[in-house]
């Protein structure tokens, strides 16, 4: 799963107790929030990690934000998605949790708001 999309690590070998996959080198996304702000091209790529766990045909489609890594290159991968096959949604409230401990939250849905008003609507419709 997930071996076409370059959010994801590839996989060289698995068996019954142990997966291989490619090592990603970089930066935590919530570290690096600690040390710089969240702009619109950081939201925007925090969208399209979004976007990609439901597109591959993970079941959450959400992530802690230090399984996020920005590599030397500026590109998101995402780590461990072990959990991502259990648990259904399609809110990302890992990720908005996160945001809001690093004062980021506002921000971000400012950001998707503007930028993405159909996705902004889909998570917060009325009922």
Not at 76 to 84: L, M, Q
Request: hydrophobic share 35%; glycine share 4%; with cysteine.
């Amino acid at each position: 799963m997930a071996q076409e999309d370059p959010h994801f690590p590839k996989l060289y070998d698995y068996g019954n107790k142990y997966i291989i996959r490619e090592c990603i080198h970089g930066i935590e996304l919530d570290k690096y929030l600690i040390h710089n702000p969240l702009t619109k091209e950081i939201s925007l790529k925090i969208i399209d990690v979004y976007e990609a766990l439901g597109k591959v045909g993970y079941k959450r489609q959400d992530s802690m934000l230090f399984h996020i890594f920005i590599t030397s290159c500026s590109y998101f991968r995402v780590i461990d998605t072990a959990r991502a096959m259990k648990e259904k949604t399609t809110f990302p409230r890992r990720i908005l949790e996160e945001l809001d401990k690093l004062g980021y939250k506002t921000d971000f849905l400012e950001h998707v708001k503007a930028l993405r008003p159909d996705l902004y609507c889909k998570w917060f419709k009325k009922k």
